[in-house]
């Protein structure tokens, strides 16, 4: 399979604990995002990087949550003293090339109990 | 600041129905538009991007358009199957420096046998 991967699917946590997810993006692909999506809502921007560099954070990235693409392959997604309100779907996608055509994995689903 | 909005909300249509879903996005200095679908609690496939300088885009039964000026872009299914029953999201690119996506919430299809 050579499509976005992301490990695990499914992780739930008890309010206060850390939680780190991992993305493997497309083979070669140079740009990596990270989504969050509510239930019944669409996806929202938190980070992108461009090989190794975070180029761009959104402001619901919170101080709590951290991002890190060590040598521009895959990427990881924390969260520190997670929330009720950080249940969603964590997505993430790649990209490569002048159209910025993005690739999305299946997603980590996070229940905060 | 980007807002896309889509309508119908949700449709509903016997199989073999052709249809249209709308998209309509606030900024229409665009790079590119991508459709997706998704299927209740997976992640996003790609079905169709279309440039800024196209009108339209296609792909077996999709049908893609785009008109920047109107910030409207329409997705278009011919025949619907069951197997098209998911939600559709649009997703306008602005261009490089501004990396992320933009989505709606989507229409929630379902084809009726």
């Known amino acids: 399979d050579t499509g976005v991967s992301q490990d695990p699917r499914h992780k739930i946590t008890k309010r206060g604990q850390n939680v780190t997810f991992r993305c493997d993006p497309i083979?070669?692909?140079?740009?990596l995002y990270w989504y969050r999506q509510t239930l019944g809502q669409g996806p929202e921007f938190l980070t992108y990087?461009?090989?190794?560099?975070?180029?761009?954070k959104s402001r619901l990235l919170s101080d709590r949550f951290s991002a890190e693409r060590p040598k521009g392959s895959f990427s990881t997604l924390e969260i520190q003293r997670t929330e009720q309100g950080d249940s969603a779907m964590y997505l993430c996608?790649?990209?490569?090339?002048?159209?910025?055509?993005?690739?999305f994995g299946p997603g980590t689903r996070l229940t905060v109990l | 600041k980007q807002e896309v909005t889509q309508i119908p909300a949700a449709l509903s249509v016997p199989e073999g129905e052709n249809l249209v879903l709308n998209c309509s996005f606030t900024?229409?200095?665009?790079?590119?538009l991508q459709w997706f679908r998704q299927d209740p609690g997976k992640g996003l496939t790609s079905l169709l991007l279309?440039?800024?300088?196209?009108r339209e885009q296609t792909s077996g039964r999709l049908n893609a358009s785009l008109d920047k000026s109107s910030g409207r872009s329409t997705l278009y299914i011919a025949a619907s199957q069951p197997g098209d029953s998911a939600t559709y999201l649009c997703?306008?690119?602005?261009?490089?420096?501004?990396?992320?996506?933009?989505f709606g919430t989507g229409t929630r299809l379902t084809i009726i046998p």
């Open positions: 996608a790649s990209s490569v090339g002048q159209y910025n055509e993005q690739f």
């Open positions: 083979s070669e692909h140079n740009r």
């Open positions: 990087f461009q090989n190794e560099a975070q180029l761009e």
């Open positions: 900024d229409s200095a665009i790079y590119n």
């Open positions: 279309i440039q800024s300088s196209q």
């Open positions: 997703a306008p690119f602005t261009g490089f420096g501004n990396e992320k996506l933009t």
